[in-house]
């Protein structure tokens, strides 16, 4: 018996594996690619000045990986539009982009991202989203769900 089929099996067999490990480190980093959180976006509208807080939140929003552009405004500060994504915790947020903070025409988030409820209205009710700490600081205990949200 000639040992040729049994060489010919494991090459085969290793050229499957090896596809098979290519294909999966493939489609792992593009499910954990980069959501360019805070890089700018168009929200498509614009709120009014207020010192009080305005959420927009705009989908689909083409230039975000999330296809989710949050903007916002509280207490005189204004984000503009900014790319978000879904998270379970800050940690998820955490590598946003950043503005410069030597740059006052720099709207963009200065001092990184929080996973909170931003809205508990409209399409992104009680959804958990990556706000800017600009505008909603880091509450003493943590972030609480709203209670209009179930």
């Known amino acids: 018996m000639s040992s040729t089929p049994s060489r010919s099996r494991t090459r085969r067999l290793a050229r499957h594996l090896a596809f098979a490990v290519l294909a999966s480190l493939t489609l792992g980093a593009a499910a954990c690619g980069n959501n360019h959180l805070g890089r700018p976006c168009e929200l498509g509208a614009t709120g009014p000045a207020s010192n009080g807080q305005i959420v927009t939140v705009a989908s689909p929003a083409l230039e975000c990986p ?55 209205v409209g399409d992104f009710a009680c959804q958990k989203l990556c706000v800017c700490r600009d505008l909603v600081g880091d509450p003493t205990g943590g972030f609480t769900k709203p209670a209009a949200c179930p």
Do not use: V
């Open 66 to 120: 999330s296809r989710m552009c949050l903007g916002g405004s509280a207490n005189g500060i204004a984000t503009g539009g900014l790319c978000t994504a879904g998270c379970e915790s800050s940690a998820d947020c955490a590598d946003g982009e950043l503005g410069r903070l030597d740059d006052p025409s720099d709207t963009r988030c200065k001092s990184g991202f929080a996973c909170m409820w931003p809205t508990t």
